[in-house]
């Protein structure tokens, strides 16, 4: 097995995914396989280990696309329901391993609680319901996943708190809108940086494409991609052709190695 981390795009599009249900849009009419979008996730692998950055509504989905027989744990960005709505389908890897790994802000994991009560209980548990260990991820305190440290990165969501992470010299942000200069210099020298880019209009909590090239241009990596995706960016081929060198727009089963 190699050493080095595999980063596999197991979703890059926004909360209703692409193509949108009942849209005439003609994104969301293409027929190319890169303007179809499932809910934004990650899969990170090296070694033997893997791990996810988010759970949403499509989890079993991509799971299943991706062929990934064992999870060593999900890692959390913030409470949302297009990265956490797909918790319960965990099941199949407790069944074979036991107790699933999270890693979350506490404000998530109090939302995961009263969401997905049946799976935090402990008398009387059903005894179908999935068992889940709980790490909780605070800001500017380092954490291990296997054998390989994580830094969080602490950012905004609008008004909403959202931690991204960087492991080794790779640093994964999605739903950003703004970011502090001390969180700033947690990212700096990254090799690979992912952050979202929702549409080519401003929104009022996350990038647009030219907020997110500024904060690329800021960070310097040496390679950037952009995730987090709606129907309004425009026809990945269109976009990707307009970008920087080094800048691309990320797609689902895209899998890149840092």
Not at 66 to 77: A, C, F, K, P, S
Not at 104 to 128: M, Q, T, W
Request: net charge negative; aromatic share 10%; proline share 5%.
């Amino acid at each position: 097995m190699t050493n080095k981390l595999s980063v596999t795009f197991l979703g890059t599009g926004t909360s209703q995914g692409i193509p949108i249900i009942g849209s005439t849009h003609p994104v969301c009419l293409s027929s190319n396989e890169k303007d179809k979008r499932l809910r934004v996730s990650v899969l990170l692998s090296w070694k033997e280990y893997n791990y996810v950055i988010d759970c949403g509504p499509d989890f079993r989905q991509q799971m299943l696309r991706q062929h990934v027989n064992r999870l060593d744990g999900i890692l959390y960005t913030h409470e949302h329901s297009d990265h956490t709505a797909g918790l319960d389908d965990i099941r199949p890897y407790f069944f074979r391993q036991g107790n699933i790994p999270l890693f979350a802000h506490s404000r998530v994991v109090a939302s995961l609680k009263k969401r997905f009560d049946y799976i935090f209980e402990e008398k009387n548990k059903y005894p179908g319901a999935p068992t889940v260990d709980i790490n909780l991820v605070k800001n500017n305190e380092p954490f291990s996943i296997g054998d390989t440290l994580v830094t969080p990165i602490n950012v905004m969501h609008n008004k909403v708190q959202v931690f991204g992470y960087r492991v080794g010299d790779f640093t994964y942000l999605t739903d950003v809108k703004t970011i502090a200069p001390e969180e700033l210099e947690k990212i700096k020298g990254s090799k690979v940086v992912v952050v979202n880019a929702l549409r080519i209009e401003p929104h009022i909590s996350h990038f647009n494409l030219e907020e997110a090239l500024a904060f690329i241009d800021l960070i310097q990596p040496e390679k950037a991609y952009l995730t987090h995706i709606s129907h309004l960016l425009g026809f990945h081929d269109e976009i990707e052709k307009s970008l920087p060198s080094n800048i691309h727009l990320a797609y689902d089963n895209l899998t890149i190695t840092i």
